[in-house]
Nanobody, 121 residues
Framework: QVHLVESGGGVVQTGGSLRLSCVTD???????MGWFRRAPGKEREFVAG????????SYADSVKGRFTMARDNGFNTMYLQMNRLRPDDTAVYYC???????????????WGQGTQVTVSS
């Protein structure tokens, strides 16, 4: 069973920043990885994806220019720096392995608990 542990969420005001982290096992981290989110009453959506080397990164249009994704393969950890947060960024954020050829598509497998991000207006 894959273990994905997300952390770093919290409550911030509009315009604030948060940095999310995701730690997983070394086998899973050999894959391209992505961040997804699920807002209340909405479907899960893609946020950002990164290939193994970190040289290819894709962002959803809604977060481009505000969010930055990075990974540290030495520590099996990836990050999502979120700046200029808005109320519509409020959601539970999840990390998961993704398809290298399509960074927006999650691979099969279990999901972690996620981390709650709440942006107040």
């Amino acid at each position: 069973q894959v273990h994905l542990v997300e952390s770093g969420g919290g409550v911030v005001q509009t315009g604030g920043s948060l940095r999310l982290s995701c730690v997983t096992d070394g086998y899973t981290f050999q894959s391209a990885m992505g961040w997804f989110r699920r807002a209340p009453g909405k479907e899960r959506e893609f946020v950002a994806g990164i290939n193994w080397s970190g040289q290819s990164i894709s962002y959803a249009d809604s977060v481009k220019g505000r969010f930055t994704m990075a990974r540290d393969n030495g520590f099996n950890t990836m990050y999502l720096q979120m700046n200029r947060l808005r109320p519509d960024d409020t959601a539970v954020y999840y990390c998961h392995s993704v398809i290298t050829a399509n960074l927006e598509r999650p691979r099969d497998g279990s999901w972690g608990q996620g981390t709650q991000v709440t942006v107040s207006s």
